[in-house]
């Protein structure tokens, strides 16, 4: 069912109590934890007519039988990431102060996407938080995997445009013979280090500064509920680099994932039959920490079943279900074989060029048969909801291209993340005492009107064709770098 929006859908709450198996419970039964399900109709809305998310495969994907844990969690910030089963979403925890945010100016959010189709911001799927008995509260965010599951990610970077404390220590090539580790995340320092850049011909480039200008400028204004200072800050443009000349080799992806599969031993136990007892016994029987890495094997179903379940009060289930996704318009004043965006409050139009389709063999040594992700998938099903953006469509990422146009063998997977970070006082007292030890100009923590000019003449810099990115380096770090 569709509807408006209304402020109601926006300040929404619904609960459920939950075993452990995930049985729905009468609130006066005793539960083994509690689910809150933040402005339901609002991220429906989002996923289904901005985002383009088939309600069945998002469903699908977030109640598999398996979660996938990226090696390394948790982050720098203390959140830990989970992806799910296809690797196409992240479960993302948050702390308390960034869920209040987010609910605070998902309003603004809903009016940026709308009027930005082609957004390179975070996408929020939902919103959400459990609770155990006499435990804490755990708050928690779905969004976009902007990483494919089919292609390894040899270099990846976090670029904030700041560049003191923003250099990540290497590891050594490997030893001939030897595996090659999987790769670090990268930071500025690094990307001026090496002399990278992104490789976009004119068109590219052209439409890729457009939609950064865009985002600075929402990201620069937003601010919560209570006022005040505008903006966010510490937020990053992520880069995942994939070279189709090296392609799938060295096996990235598999080194740095592992499989959670609780085994549920003595399910059928004659003194305890139910499945929540079974389930709550293997749970206090296995620790989270001890369980091995794991090969996917062949198990990815080839037909879904699709459902659709709502209410009047919002979406039946955490997980809603709607309507089918919508197609891009084709721009009749445009160019034939162009797909076109505007919004008269955002500048010009954003005119997509004819892209040409990434062949599937492109990568050498593919994932293979063993890759349950891929069985029985093609490229079009992997990327369905993909294939509406601009940035995100030659595989689900950006295609190099070369001065006349013409495509390169690099892909690039980029998105602007981490912007729940509002410049409140903690922020303040860091922009000061970090400002004591080094150049204020430079450091990451500054007001957002700063923070969003310097990212987005940093962006433009590391393109090709657009300036000289050693000009951010500090005076200590362009003698080192000569």
């Known amino acids: 069912m569709k509807r408006p929006l209304t402020d109601e859908d926006f300040a929404a709450q619904h609960k459920y109590s939950f075993d452990i198996v995930g049985n729905e419970l009468t609130p006066s039964v005793h539960y083994d934890f509690k689910f809150k399900d933040y402005a339901p109709w609002v991220f429906r ?38 992806f799910s089963r296809d690797y196409r979403f992240i479960i993302k925890t948050i702390r308390h102060e960034e869920h209040k945010f987010l609910r605070s100016v998902l309003k603004d959010y809903v009016n940026h996407v709308r009027n930005n189709p082609h957004t390179l911001l975070s996408r929020f799927y939902g919103l959400h938080r459990v609770k155990m008995p006499h435990g804490r509260k755990i708050h928690f965010v779905i969004m976009n995997n902007l990483f494919p599951p089919h292609r390894d990610i040899h270099e990846t970077y976090d670029l904030k445009g700041s560049t003191v404390g923003r250099y990540a220590p290497e590891d050594p090539p490997p030893a001939p013979g030897e595996q090659p580790k999987s790769s670090k995340v990268l930071k500025d320092i690094n990307w001026i280090k090496k002399g990278r850049r992104l490789e976009l011909g004119p068109e590219k480039r052209a439409l890729l500064t457009e939609q950064l200008r ?66 709550r016994r293997a749970m206090r029987q296995s620790d989270p ?102 940035f995100y469509q030659d595989e689900g990422g950006l295609r190099a291209t070369d001065e006349y146009n013409l495509p390169m063998d690099t892909i690039y997977y980029l998105g602007v993340i981490d912007i729940l970070t509002p410049y409140g006082c903690t922020k303040k007292v860091e922009h000061f005492w970090k400002g004591l030890k080094a150049d204020r100009h430079k450091i990451s923590p500054v007001p957002p009107s700063d923070y969003a000019e310097r990212f987005f003449s940093f962006m433009k810099a590391i393109m090709r064709n657009g300036g000289d990115p050693e000009t951010f380096l500090t005076g200590k770090d362009k003698e080192k770098n000569q």
Request: glycine share 8%.
């Open 45 to 82: 809305e989002l996923r289904e007519e901005h985002f383009h998310l088939d309600p069945a495969d998002y469903l699908l994907s977030l109640t598999a039988k398996y979660i996938l844990s990226e090696l390394g969690s948790p982050g720098k910030s203390g959140s830990f990431f989970y």
């Open 214 to 279: 865009r985002d600075k400028e929402f990201l620069k204004n937003i601010h919560g509920e209570r006022g005040g200072s505008h903006g966010v800050m510490d937020y990053s443009l992520l880069v995942g680099i994939h070279s189709m000349e090296r392609g799938n080799r060295d096996h990235v992806r598999r080194k740095t994932l592992k499989v959670f599969e609780p085994e549920l031993r003595g399910r059928r136990n004659h003194q305890d039959p139910t499945e929540a007892s079974a389930v």
């Open 289 to 390: 920490k001890q369980l091995h890495e794991h090969e996917l094997t062949h198990r990815h179903p080839t037909h879904h079943r699709r459902t659709s379940t709502s209410s009047a009060n919002g979406p039946a289930s955490p997980v809603s279900q709607a309507a089918q996704p919508k197609v891009v318009t084709i721009d009749a004043s445009a160019q034939p074989g162009r797909t076109s965006t505007s919004s008269a409050a955002d500048g010009p139009s954003l005119i997509v060029p004819n892209q040409q389709p990434v062949p599937e063999n492109a990568s050498h040594g593919a994932l293979g048969p063993t890759d349950d992700v891929l069985e029985g998938a093609s490229l079009d099903q992997l990327f369905q909801d993909r294939q509406h953006f601009l």
